[in-house]
């Protein structure tokens, strides 16, 4: 249900949802040594709901921040979901207009003894130099882009239905990054080459690989541990291009090769590996995995070959089906017309039955000569 409802929130473009803190903490744990005297943008992120920006806000120091830029757009339907950031006082809080703030310093404004999130509020409140309006706040726009120019890490969680265009717009500009996304966006096309050269990788992920999300909309989804307010997603998980220990963990590989046990694909040379701890210690040769070994993946380990996916973009299908062959698949295997898309994953035969399989990764271990 919750994924049903995701999609459809994607198709009526509604994905604006909001990062718990405990999620953001848990993850940003990792990434403590990249901080110290950088400029990070939340460009995404209304500054008066945001967990993010509160949570750069209330470790500025301890990061060692240089500077904390955190935007949102015009029109943005959050309306206090997340962050109690309304304060008493501030009269002309922004209501649905695009906004700025940044940050060079935080620290005990209010003369208390402690730096928290008072001293945010009294920053907000006080230094009216730290807000300014924008024109639509949209991260595409001119004055947007200015501020991706000053950053040096971006740390958001991007509407899901401009993932590709989002991430394309980082790397054009060199920038570093830790955001948000749906582990479907490792297919993209626009995405997965940037995996497959090592350009963008998986970070630490959400516990159980599902997270629950503020959501501003009435269409909450509904799940058995459903939360209120909130919409539960399954396949979320972190994308980023800043190193961490993660990446260079060797797989323990416990299993051996037999042609029984790993069947070959019909369309591409490969065997069929369906889990990842499943891959097996003594085969040199293309193997298909799950997307979820990118969780697992180490660089030094293994080399990413490709993907099972209809337009062979890599060169790597020994079988292309025509439209008959599809046709009389789904026959064998549903018992009724049809078609099947053969061409779109890798393809096993199982007593005379052409079956897909899920999406592949085709690799090869690179420690076996």
Request: one cysteine or more.
């Amino acid at each position: 249900m919750a994924n049903k409802n995701l999609n459809a929130a994607k198709r009526a473009k509604k994905d604006e949802f909001y990062t718990r803190l405990s999620d953001i903490e848990r993850e940003l744990q990792h990434y403590h040594r990249h901080f110290a005297g950088k400029t990070v943008l939340c460009n995404c992120d209304d500054p008066y709901e945001s967990n993010f920006f509160k949570y750069f806000a209330l470790n500025f120091d301890f990061l060692g921040l240089k500077k904390l830029i955190c935007t949102c757009y015009n029109g943005s339907p959050v309306q206090g979901n997340e962050l109690p950031l309304r304060f008493d006082g501030l009269d002309d809080e922004p209501k649905r207009q695009a906004y700025k703030v940044e940050i060079t310093e935080v620290g005990d404004l209010n003369g208390d003894g402690a730096v928290d999130l008072s001293d945010v509020r009294y920053l907000l409140q006080n230094n009216r130099n730290v807000i300014s309006t924008l024109q639509t706040g949209d991260f595409r726009s001119r004055e947007c882009i200015d501020l991706l120019e000053q950053a040096d890490i971006v740390v958001t969680n991007p509407p899901f239905s401009l993932f590709r265009e989002y991430v394309g717009q980082l790397m054009d500009h060199g920038k570093h990054f830790l955001i948000i996304g749906h582990q479907n966006a490792i297919t993209y096309k626009e995405i997965f080459p940037l995996i497959k050269e090592n350009k963008i990788w998986l970070g630490y992920g959400f516990k159980g690989a599902a997270a629950h999300f503020y959501s501003p909309y009435e269409d909450i989804a509904t799940a058995g541990d459903h939360r209120k307010n909130m919409i539960r997603v399954s396949g979320v998980t972190w994308f980023t291009n800043l190193e961490i220990p993660k990446r260079h963990e060797e797989i323990d590989l416990v299993c051996r090769y037999s042609p029984e046990d790993y069947p070959k694909y019909e369309n591409y040379d490969a065997i069929e590996v369906s889990k990842t701890l499943d891959i097996p210690c003594d085969y040199n040769g293309v193997m298909g995995v799950p997307i979820t070994f990118l969780d697992k993946y180490n660089p030094e380990q293994f080399e990413i070959i490709g993907m099972c996916e209809n337009m062979d973009l890599y060169g790597l299908k020994t079988k292309v089906y025509t439209k008959e062959e599809c046709q009389q698949a789904y026959f064998d295997k549903f018992g009724k017309k049809g078609t099947y898309d053969l061409n779109a994953s890798g393809v096993l035969v199982r007593k005379s039955i052409r079956e897909k399989v899920y999406q592949r990764l085709l690799i090869r271990n690179k420690l076996i000569q």
